[in-house]
Each structure stands twice: as structure tokens, then as C-alpha cells.
């Protein structure tokens, strides 16, 4: 068994996202909050960040 990273995803649920597996709504709602985003952000379609 793996050990629990990043909000208690395990390390090789964290390599399937990195190789481009779909997100679960569990997962994507542990990552709003870690980001502080409000509650179905990562359901959106969000601009690219400029820097300048």
C-alpha cells in the first residue's frame, strides 16, 4: 500500500492524474480546497495567466 500525498491522494492515484487520467469530483474538490477556490471551480473553463 502507498502512503497518502496531497490531501490524501496515494502516490500512484497522483501518477495516473500526471499521465493525463480524467479527475474524479472527490479529487477535484480536494484540490479546490487546498487551492482555496470556491466549491465546482475546476469545473470551469478558466483563462490563461498572463505574466507581465
Known amino acids: 500500500m502507498s502512503a497518502q500525498i496531497l490531501g490524501g491522494l496515494h ?3 497522483l501518477a495516473r ?3 493525463g487520467a480524467p479527475i474524479s469530483d ?3 474538490r480536494e484540490m ?3 487551492m482555496h477556490r ?3 471551480w ?3 473553463t478558466h483563462d490563461a495567466l498572463t505574466l507581465s
Open 26 to 28: 472527490a479529487i477535484a
Open 32 to 34: 479546490e480546497w487546498a
Open 42 to 44: 475546476k469545473d470551469q
Open 38 to 40: 470556491p466549491a465546482r
Open 11 to 13: 502516490g500512484d492515484e
Open 17 to 19: 492524474l500526471l499521465q
